[in-house]
């Protein structure tokens, strides 16, 4: 179930431009299955109209302290009491300053004081031009914030409102979002593991313009970065070139050929709780790239390949727990059976090559080391790998929080 279903999340939106954007984040929040409660500055509604996020939201927009309250509700306190999360965004340095100072004039800082010492995830999405962001007195109140626990989420590079070049853009909703995913996922079932992922299809070269590669597009191992950071692991993503939207709060690492996927599984799953190879690994690369482009001409070609190394029998990780996939066309079990023994896995993910590839959807048979086998039906990626994500952290031993 994705981690925002029936969350309570507090969108605070004070007076910048940046305001009409927590509009589409908090329309993506609903989207997500989140219970959205917004709170507004005074100056936010110079910006915005309150009636615009209570059309997305369904909700009731508070904008001052000495609202109506019914007698179901405890005042003032009543969102920092049932809130799942707090995101301030965009955050100006205002805002920021008067939260950083503790003060609590207005509904938000009076939200904000009540819900810190709760400790419900607090997070600052910063939004300014960039000599006020890099002014040393909003540094130190960010670094305030951070030091009390509050999770910053920095500004992007990009063009102001005032016309120029710098950091101080809010943060895109998905970014935003990620970053509260991660937060409520502390404590979750792969809380304190760290995850190495690996996604996409690999690339060959032929000469500078031509490359083999396959019709993988890493839509589910991308699926299982996100499910893994949705459950509360560190998460590494080695990523093949796709045109997939990047998974936010994951570090990526790019590679490209299967010997450049070799080394960067080397250096990284090293120690890892647990390796998953996702990635659509060419069994073959040519045996000499051209440097440069190859002309045509009336006659055949013929290009000789040579073998790709197996990186998962190849690379040595003790401790790991390693989850291989198998993506079959005939012999679908005897295959992923053989994978299983030959390259010394935990678990091997079945599916079928011609359904899976490039499809949003996929059905799965899993096959563990001692024997068991279990079918997942037909679903999206990302539900399935959730259902992986779940499966692998059971095979770990728990952390606490």
Do not use: C
Not at 37 to 50: H, K, L, N, R
Not at 149 to 178: K, N, T, Y
Not at 227 to 237: E, N, W
Not at 250 to 273: M, N
């Amino acid at each position: 179930m994705p981690i925002l279903n029936d969350k309570r999340i507090v969108l605070g939106v004070t007076g910048g431009i940046a305001a009409y954007k927590a509009a589409d984040l908090a329309s993506k929040l609903v989207q997500a299955g989140a219970r959205v409660d917004v709170i507004m500055t005074s100056s936010a509604t110079e910006f915005v109209g309150p009636i615009t996020f209570e059309a997305l939201t369904k909700r009731r927009v508070h904008t001052g302290v000495f609202e109506g309250w019914s007698e179901a509700e405890k005042g003032h306190i009543s969102l920092a009491e049932e809130a799942d999360a707090i995101v301030v965004a965009p955050a100006t340095a205002n805002s920021i300053a008067r939260l950083a100072l503790g003060l609590a004039d207005d509904m938000l800082t009076v939200t904000h004081l009540a819900a810190a010492p709760r400790g419900t995830p607090i997070l600052i999405a910063p939004a300014m031009e960039h000599h006020m962001y890099l002014n040393p007195v909003t540094q130190q109140h960010l670094e305030a914030l951070r030091g009390r626990g509050a999770i910053i989420i920095e500004p992007e590079q990009g063009r102001l409102a005032s016309g120029a070049i710098g950091v101080g853009r809010l943060a895109g909703a998905e970014r935003i979002i990620a970053s509260i995913e991660q937060a409520l996922a502390r404590g979750g079932p792969l809380w304190r593991k760290r995850v190495v992922v690996a996604a996409g299809a690999t690339v060959e070269a032929i000469d500078p313009i031509r490359v083999l590669t396959n019709r993988s597009t890493g839509r589910m191992g991308y699926a299982l970065a996100r499910a893994a950071l949705q459950a509360g692991a560190d998460v590494t993503l080695i990523s093949t070139p796709t045109a997939l939207a990047p998974v936010h709060g994951a570090t990526i690492v790019p590679v490209e050929s299967a010997l450049d996927l070799l080394a960067a599984v080397r250096d990284h799953a090293t120690g890892a709780d647990a390796l998953i190879m996702a990635a659509a690994v060419a069994d073959y690369r040519p045996a000499q790239a051209a440097t440069d482009k190859i002309k045509k001409t009336d006659d055949d070609m013929t290009i000789q390949l040579t073998r790709n190394p197996d990186i998962l029998a190849t690379v040595a990780t003790p401790g790991t727990l390693r989850i291989g996939f198998a993506a079959e066309t005939t012999d679908h079990e005897r295959y992923a059976l053989d994978k299983l023994a030959r390259k010394n896995l935990d678990v091997i993910v079945l599916n079928d090559a011609r359904a899976a590839m490039g499809a949003e959807t996929n059905s799965v048979t899993l096959f563990y080391r001692d024997g068991r086998v279990e079918s997942l039906d037909q679903a999206e990626k990302l539900r399935i790998a959730e259902q992986i994500v779940e499966r692998i952290a059971g095979l770990l031993p728990a952390e606490t929080p």
